[in-house]
C-alpha cells in the first residue's frame, strides 16, 4: 500500500486510468484531499462504493503525530512523530505578509555541518513527498490558517533527497493541491554540485538558495564537509551554469559566526567570489546550539554587512527567529533524542 498524498495529481491520473476509468475522478480525489481535507476515502461522498473498496486496497492516509509545540512571538517549533516512531521538526515564521513554514526533508543529516545541529545525528532515512506534505497540512489544521510560502531547509539535504523533494514540489505547487505560487517555495542546499544542475532544467521557478557560509576552501572544507566533494569552484561554477539555464537570482546564505567567518577579510573574500553573478546575500543570525560556536557581534555584523553592500551586492540580514525557543535546525529534534 502507498500513502496517497506520496502522489502527484498525474501520479493518480495514471492510477485511475490504469483502470479505464475517466481522469476526472483522479481530480475529484485530489479536491478532496486538499481542499476538503479528509482523512478517509469513505468521507469522498461522490465516488462509488467499489471505487472506494479499491482505493482503500492499494492507498492509505499517511498520518503524522504532533508531539511537542514551542511558541514565541516570532515563530513556533513543531517536534512531529512519524509512522516509525522517527522525529522530525518544523519551524513556522510569522511575517507581517504571511507565515512561512521550513520543513525537513529527512530523518537526520549526513552533511555533518559543524554549526548545525541537525548533522549531530546521522541521517536515519529521507522522507516521503507525503512525509513532507504531511507538515503543513498538521500545521494548517492546527492554526486554522493557510500557509503562504514553504522553505526547504530543515533537518537533512534536500538534494540527498531529490526525487522526493521534487514530486513534493509538483503536489503543493497544483493548484488542485495546496496551490503554493512556485516563487513562494525556496529549496536550500548546502552544495550537492550534481543535483544543482540537474535543477537547472526543473521547468518551475522554485526558488534556489546555496548554503554557502565560508568563501574559502580552507574554512568551509573544515566547517561543511561536503566542501571535501565539491569544492568552492565547482559550486561556483554550478551555481553559474544554474543562472545560464534558468536566468534566475540565487540565494547565497551565510551564517555569522563569531570570529570564525565575520571579519572585514571574510567579507571582501566573499566579494571577489561573488562578483558580477546575479546572487544577493542574505545574511543569517546564528542560533546557538550549545557548541562552541557563537553569534556573530552587532558591531561586526553591521560591518560585515555595510561592506558587502558597498560592493553592490544586493544584501539582507535576515530577522532572527525563535530567540526563546529551540529554533537552531535540528536542535529540538535532538534533545528528544538525547532523552
Not at 557548541?291 to 552587532?298: A, R
Not at 561586526?300 to 532572527?320: C, L, P
Request: proline share 2%; aromatic share 10%; glycine share 6%.
Amino acid at each position: 500500500m502507498k500513502n496517497i498524498y506520496d502522489l502527484s495529481r498525474d501520479d493518480l491520473i495514471i492510477y485511475f486510468e490504469n483502470k479505464n476509468l475517466k481522469k476526472y475522478k483522479a481530480v475529484q480525489v485530489y479536491e478532496w484531499l486538499y481542499d476538503k481535507r479528509v482523512n478517509s476515502f469513505e468521507e469522498m461522498t461522490n465516488l462509488k462504493k467499489e471505487l472506494i473498496e479499491d482505493l482503500n486496497k492499494d492507498f492509505y492516509f499517511g498520518k503524522i503525530t504532533l508531539e511537542k509545540v514551542q511558541t514565541d512571538k516570532d515563530a513556533n517549533k513543531y517536534l512531529f512523530k512519524l509512522e516509525d516512531d522517527s522525529l522530525i521538526e518544523a519551524v513556522l515564521m510569522k511575517h507581517n505578509y504571511g507565515n512561512s513554514l521550513c520543513i525537513s526533508s529527512q530523518v537526520g543529516c549526513n552533511m555533518g555541518c559543524a554549526f548545525c545541529a541537525s548533522g549531530k545525528l546521522k541521517k536515519v532515512r529521507s522522507l516521503t513527498c507525503g512525509e513532507m506534505v504531511k507538515q503543513i497540512l498538521a500545521i494548517e489544521e492546527k492554526l486554522n490558517k493557510k500557509i503562504n510560502s514553504i522553505v526547504v531547509m530543515g533537518i537533512g539535504e534536500p538534494f540527498d533527497n531529490y526525487d522526493n523533494v521534487i514530486n513534493f514540489f509538483k503536489v503543493i505547487n497544483d493548484p488542485k493541491g495546496l496551490a503554493i505560487g512556485a516563487r513562494h517555495i525556496t529549496v536550500s542546499t548546502s552544495g550537492l554540485v550534481p543535483k544543482i544542475k540537474e535543477f537547472a532544467s526543473f521547468p518551475m521557478q522554485v526558488n534556489l538558495a546555496i548554503s554557502l557560509h565560508f568563501a574559502d576552501d580552507e574554512s568551509r572544507s573544515k566547517y561543511m564537509p561536503i566542501n571535501r566533494a565539491y569544492g568552492i569552484k565547482e559550486l561556483i561554477d554550478s551555481i553559474k551554469y544554474y543562472i545560464s539555464k534558468t536566468n534566475r537570482r540565487v540565494t547565497i546564505e551565510y551564517i555569522l559566526l563569531d570570529c570564525i567567518n565575520d571579519s572585514i577579510g571574510d567579507a571582501k573574500k566573499l566579494i571577489k567570489l561573488l562578483k558580477g553573478l546575479n546572487v544577493y546575500v542574505n545574511l543569517i543570525p546564528y542560533n546557538e546550539t550549545g557548541s562552541e560556536f557563537k553569534p556573530s557581534k552587532e558591531k561586526n555584523k553591521d560591518a560585515f554587512y555595510q561592506t558587502i553592500k558597498e560592493s553592490g551586492i544586493v544584501v539582507t540580514v535576515r530577522r532572527r527567529f525563535g530567540e526563546n525557543i529551540d529554533a537552531a535546525c535540528g536542535q529540538l529534534r535532538a534533545k528528544e533524542v538525547k532523552k
